[in-house]
């Protein structure tokens, strides 16, 4: 066999072997949707408590600098 013989017939097998596994793709990606939704839905929660904590940080940093404004200015 030349080489481009066994490049069309590598081909040719390739397609064949495509055509074969799609419907089993395509199973396992239907039977994995629940799962990657749940993954979204708790990465999304894990998202969200961690802006919550870092707003909660933040404002607590503000109010400690703004007491101690308030203290320099009395002091003053």
Known sequence: MKAKQVKKAAKKAAKQIQKAAAPKIKQMQKAARPYVKKAKR???????????????????????GSKQLKKASKSM
């Open 42 to 64: 708790a990465a999304e929660d894990l998202a969200d408590e961690a802006m919550e904590k870092g707003r909660e940080i933040v404002k607590d940093a503000l109010a400690a």
